[in-house]
Each structure stands twice: as structure tokens, then as C-alpha cells.
């Protein structure tokens, strides 16, 4: 309350929470609700968005949910900016010539009710999980699970529990099948670079807990430009060695913030998620993805709910639709909804030109402008105001 935002023009907020109040206050600044993904869950079209100046999208699937909610944002109110934070997203190749395919399972938390359409950890993780690690051929199984997962919900905390067992019971079987040949020394070797990296990420005094993500490291690291430039460099190569670090089949439950969630993105060829910006994000790099019907509402009624699912494989809570979806990783022929996938991608994401950074810096000056014309409009209120006052008192009157 007391700091000085006299030259502050924009504030944008990630989330709607009570204490957004002590900004929205402030009348000299624009205020912009941005969220935190694109998402189809009803946090994505909350009628409290009417406080704030702007409401920014990624794309146009943003501006008709609004719309379809009737919820009282008006049209003109929102602005599609894209997503630059997807930029580190690498777009999809194809099958890798070099390795097995991996599979990312990242499903999302139970969330603050019992829906059984929040998560697929409860009813199909383990089922997905089965069905992937005994996959022929074979894949690899990466597990991230949300960070705030069994936080609520203790039978969500034991579903995760007993999904990293799977996991790690399938890693160390396939550790001791003959088929696959690991490099010990060339993963010695990566590990021993990861803690020499980690040392010199401590060194530069910026956080690096791995519980951590990506808002708390940015929130407590210095702001040091030549610091984190150099952070961003160690990180990059710390990211690089970790997967080296273990055998390129081995199966991997990943937790903390490190790898972050698009570095698992770039590592796997396809992911298997549940309705969260998690899909909508992996959706910018093209690769094949399953989304599991928890509430068992039936595949065209969970399309018609869920913008995002339009070009997924469907997947029900015993896991049917895995194969369809292990399918279009190993052969074009077979990946049906490819071209669904880019109609979709500029849909929820808006187009790759112009790129959604430059939108974004755009969608940022525009505002600040008419923050500026604003204030002065009220300057010169006030400046008209005082004139009027001074006229009256020497007994004139201003026409």
C-alpha cells in the first residue's frame, strides 16, 4: 500500500485472488488479467475478469469462451497476444531414428472438489501407466506429475505413490533386459557435469530449489541481467546433461522444477495429460497427445466440452486408445489427426506470424499509452479545475 506506483502503466495478473485488490485500486495504471494457460476449466471464464481494463488471450478459442459464458466480458475487452512463454518449445521431427519414442504422462492435480473429470490419476493413471510401460515395441514412460498433486486429496496422494512404483518397477526391469545396452562411463561422465553445473548455478546466488518452479525462481532470483544470462545458459546445459545422465530407454518419474515441464515436452514424442493449459501448451509443438475422459461424458460430448481435446486421442479410464496413440508416434500413416492438430494449434494459440512475443510487447505499449492518455486527460482536469477556481475568486466567471 505504500509503495510508489506513480510510474507504473500496466499491471498484469496470473491468477484471480483476493489480494489483486490492492492493485486494481491504483487508477493510473491499466490493469490486464492474463491467467496462467489456456485452459477450457471454468477458471479460464471467471465473470470476476470484469474488474480489470483488459483481458488477454492466447488465441480466438479464448475469446469465444468468454462469449459462449456470457459471463459479461465484453468483446472489445479482449486481446489475443499469443503465448510467448511456449517459445522453448521445439516442434515435432517425427520418430526418432536414434532411440525408443517416449511417452510423457502429465497429468493434472485433483483440484479443490471431488469432479472426477479433474484428474485421471485417480481412476485411470495406473491403467495408462500399465499399458505404456508394456507397450510393443517399446517406449519410454516419462511421469510429471502436477506439483500440488495429493495436496488435497489423500487418495490422489496414494494414486501417485503407487503410479511411481509402477514406474520405477519398469525401469528396473528393463534396466536388466538384455535387449537394452546402456553407456555407464558416458552417464558418469553427465552426472558428474550436472553437479559441477548445480555448483556453479549456487554460485550466482539465484535459486535453484528443486521444488521450485519456474514463478518462485523468477520471484527470488536477482535481478542481475549479465546473472541471469548466464543462469539461463548453466540451465540450459544442466538440462542437456540430465538427459544424458541416464539411458535414453529408461523409464522416469520427474518431480521439482527441474527438468521444467517443456523440457520434458522436447524430450518425449507424445503425451497422454488430462483438461489443464498443460495440453494447450504441448498442442504448440505439433506431437500426437491423448486426454483422458475421467467423467466417462463419452468422446463427443467431452469434445464439445473441451476445445482442447478436438485433436486428441480420446483415452477412457481402463486406457482404451493408448495403442491409437503409440500408433501415430511410429508411423505418419497412422497419425489421423495431424492435420486437426494444426487447426487447432493457431485456434487456441493464435498464428506463428506475427510471433506471440511481438504481439504481446505490442499488446503492452498500446496499453501503456492509453494509461499515459489517461493520466493526462486528469492532469489537465485538474489544471482546468484550478484556473476555474482562480477566475471565480477575482469575481469572473469562465464561459
Avoid at 545458459?233 to 538427459?243: E, I, K, P, S, V
Avoid at 480420446?314 to 496413440?325: E, F, K, R, S, Y
Avoid at 508416434?329 to 494459440?349: C, G, H, M, Q, S
Amino acid at each position: 500500500m505504500n509503495m510508489d506506483l506513480s510510474m507504473v502503466r500496466v499491471a498484469l495478473y496470473a491468477a484471480n485472488v483476493g489480494k489483486n485488490i490492492h492493485l486494481l485500486r491504483v487508477p493510473t495504471m491499466k490493469h490486464v488479467f492474463i491467467g496462467h494457460g489456456d485452459s477450457d476449466k471454468l477458471a479460464s471464464v471467471n465473470p470476476f475478469s470484469k474488474v480489470y481494463d483488459e483481458v488477454w488471450t492466447a488465441g480466438r478459442a479464448g475469446r469465444d469462451r468468454y462469449a459462449i459464458a456470457d459471463v459479461g466480458i465484453r468483446d472489445e475487452d479482449i486481446v489475443e497476444v499469443g503465448r510467448p512463454q511456449l517459445a522453448p518449445i521445439t516442434p515435432w521431427q517425427g520418430a526418432p531414428a536414434d532411440r525408443i519414442p517416449t511417452v510423457l504422462y502429465a497429468p493434472t492435480w485433483e483440484g479443490w472438489d471431488d469432479d472426477p473429470g479433474n484428474t485421471s490419476i485417480l481412476l485411470a493413471g495406473e491403467n495408462i501407466v500399465k499399458k505404456l510401460v508394456a507397450a510393443e515395441p517399446p517406449v519410454r514412460v516419462l511421469y510429471k506429475p502436477h506439483p500440488f498433486t495429493g495436496t488435497r486429496s489423500a487418495k490422489a496422494r496414494t494414486a501417485h505413490r503407487r503410479i511411481t512404483a509402477l514406474v520405477e518397477k519398469a525401469a528396473a526391469e528393463r534396466a536388466a533386459d538384455p535387449r537394452f545396452t546402456a553407456d555407464p562411463a558416458a552417464q558418469a561422465k553427465a552426472r558428474a557435469e550436472l553437479t559441477r553445473l548445480k555448483a556453479r548455478l549456487d554460485q550466482l546466488s539465484l535459486t535453484f530449489d528443486e521444488k521450485a518452479d519456474e514463478a518462485v525462481t523468477s520471484r527470488d532470483g536477482l535481478v542481475d541481467l549479465r546473472k541471469h544470462q548466464e543462469a539461463a545458459r548453466l540451465r540450459a546445459a544442466w538440462n542437456d546433461a540430465y538427459w544424458r545422465s541416464f539411458p535414453s530407454y529408461e523409464h522416469r518419474v520427474v518431480t521439482g522444477g527441474e527438468p521444467r515441464l517443456y523440457d520434458c515436452f522436447n524430450a518425449s514424442e507424445a503425451m497422454v495429460s488430462d483438461i489443464s493449459s498443460v495440453v494447450s501448451d504441448f498442442i504448440a509443438s505439433g506431437k500426437p497427445y491423448a486426454v483422458t475422459d475421467s467423467a466417462e461424458l463419452g468422446a463427443e460430448e467431452f469434445r464439445r466440452q473441451n476445445t482442447a481435446v478436438r485433436a486428441a486421442v480420446i483415452l477412457t479410464n481402463d486406457a482404451a486408445g493408448v495403442q491409437q496413440l503409440l500408433d501415430a508416434v511410429r508411423d505418419p500413416a497412422a497419425d489421423t489427426l495431424a492435420e486437426d492438430r494444426k487447426e487447432l494449434k493457431e485456434y487456441l494459440l493464435g498464428p506463428d506470424e506475427p510471433t506471440s512475443l511481438e504481439r504481446f510487447d505490442t499488446a503492452i505499449a498500446d496499453l501503456a499509452l492509453k494509461a499515459e492518455a489517461r493520466n493526462v486527460g486528469q492532469a489537465s482536469h485538474v489544471v482546468a479545475a484550478a484556473g476555474e477556481a482562480e477566475l471565480a475568486e477575482g469575481g469572473v466567471t469562465a464561459v
